[in-house]
């Protein structure tokens, strides 16, 4: 550093920030590949936390208002949970906590060629005849589905899981797939939601099925009734 001293102030000042500069850089490289995993804690918010909830609550730990809320009676009920399983005690969903309460939740699928071609199959199959937003919205309850706990974690595990969708049983989806499907799987892969995140839709006008009348209609599109 001596030679800095002999420089005007001005040069002084720019070195002297460089120098500081590079270190910082340094060590941001040293932690860029660092991987830090999320888990849900105390503060968080969503589905998981909900199934968190249903499944501390069916065991008797968890007594209060199914929310979705991490609050401090969830992070109890954990703590409760994790005591009982002789595991680590961190207070959080994490992952050996999560497996022990046999939650397992999804995440989207990249819009591949493969991906494209097996969602758009569905979508032309289920919304054939629909107006597009409503074949996007098939393609976004199923792209929910993965994303939420009561379904399989896949997106062919959510197509061909057993008697979710008439199109399988009926050969419709064996049929050659609509131009518009492919758009709208594309859309649907990549976040487009018209349903503002149902998981459940049908045809009032095909459908006896009592369950799916029993759920919350949040849009209708076409003729789709979307729920939650």
């Not at 609509?178 to 649907?188: L, W």
Request: aromatic share 10%; charged share 20%; glycine share 10%.
């Amino acid at each position: 550093m001596e030679f800095i001293k002999k420089l005007n102030p001005f040069y002084k000042i720019a070195i002297t920030a460089g120098l500081i500069f590079a270190a910082l850089a340094a060590c941001v490289d040293m932690t860029a590949d660092k991987t830090v995993t999320v888990y849900s804690q105390k503060g968080s918010e969503g589905a998981e936390v909900e199934a968190v909830q249903r499944v501390l609550a069916e065991r008797g730990l968890f007594t209060g208002e199914i929310t979705g809320y991490f609050g401090d009676l969830t992070e109890q009920a954990i703590l409760k949970f994790q005591r009982q399983q002789g595991l680590e005690q961190t207070g959080a969903a994490d992952e050996a906590t999560l497996k022990r309460l046999g939650i397992t939740i999804g995440q989207t699928p990249d819009a591949t060629e493969a991906n494209i071609e097996l969602l758009a199959r569905m979508i032309s199959a289920e919304g054939r005849g629909e107006p597009y937003i409503g074949q996007v919205a098939i393609g976004a309850v199923i792209m929910n589905r993965i994303e939420h706990p009561s379904f399989p974690d896949t997106l062919a595990g959510i197509i061909y899981e057993n008697g979710a969708f008439s199109a399988l049983a009926d050969g419709q989806f064996n049929e050659p797939i609509a131009d518009s499907a492919y758009a709208a799987a594309r859309d649907a892969l990549n976040g487009w939601d018209p349903t503002g995140g149902c998981v459940y839709y049908y045809n009032p006008s095909k459908t006896d099925n009592q369950f799916m009348k029993s759920r919350q209609v949040q849009k209708i599109i076409g003729a789709h009734y979307f729920c939650i």
